[in-house]
């Protein structure tokens, strides 16, 4: 049981870092992110089940506020990306600089 959910972390994981590396739109790296948060907090749950520790779940809260705030953050990123550029190219976020 936890050996699967395990792997199957370790899968969403990689298709999430490789969502990240690859993708040029913005909105589709955030999800990819969030998608490597998430393959994390499936372990945690996994393992913690495995040796009957709460410590786990609590840390996957932990991770969840996290994703939640990194989310409000990036979001108002594109945003302010989105209205200076009207683009979503992860390329044009470098001219945001000063």
Wanted: charged fraction near 15%; aromatic fraction near 6%; proline fraction near 1%.
């Amino acid at each position: 049981m936890v050996g699967e959910a395990v792997i199957l972390s370790a899968i969403l994981f990689a298709i999430g870092t490789v969502g990240a590396l690859v993708r040029r739109n913005v909105i589709v790296v955030l999800m990819s992110i969030e998608l490597m948060l998430n393959a994390v907090n499936l372990a945690l749950v996994a393992f913690s089940r495995q040796w009957a520790d709460p410590a786990g779940q609590m840390l996957v809260l932990m991770v969840i506020v996290v994703a939640a705030a990194e989310v409000a953050v990036g979001l108002g990123i594109v945003i302010a990306l989105f209205r200076n550029r009207e683009s979503l190219n992860v390329e044009d976020a470098s001219l945001l600089k000063w």
